[in-house]
């Protein structure tokens, strides 16, 4: 099976992709940009590893939000 191009989608899928991309991004910035603000004393764990797991798509900055964060 040969790989498919962005040409070979419908403009349906187009729009699907896109907004599964843009999503992905925009979880993955917000959670990098709330890591980078918070205190080391409110994230559960190290700093760098909540940076590497928020590179795993969706399951990463979801995490993040769920488990990584001290609630106050």
Do not use: C, H
Not at 19 to 31: E, M, N, P
Not at 38 to 50: L, N
């Amino acid at each position: 099976m040969a790989r498919m191009q962005w040409d070979d989608f419908d403009e349906g899928q187009k729009a699907g992709l896109i907004v599964a991309t843009s999503t992905q991004v925009a979880l993955a910035v917000s959670a990098w940009t709330d890591l980078a603000v918070r205190p080391a004393e409110e994230v559960r764990g190290s700093k760098a590893k909540w940076a590497a797991i928020i590179a795993i798509n969706y399951v990463g900055p979801i995490l993040y939000f769920t488990r990584g964060r001290v609630r106050s």
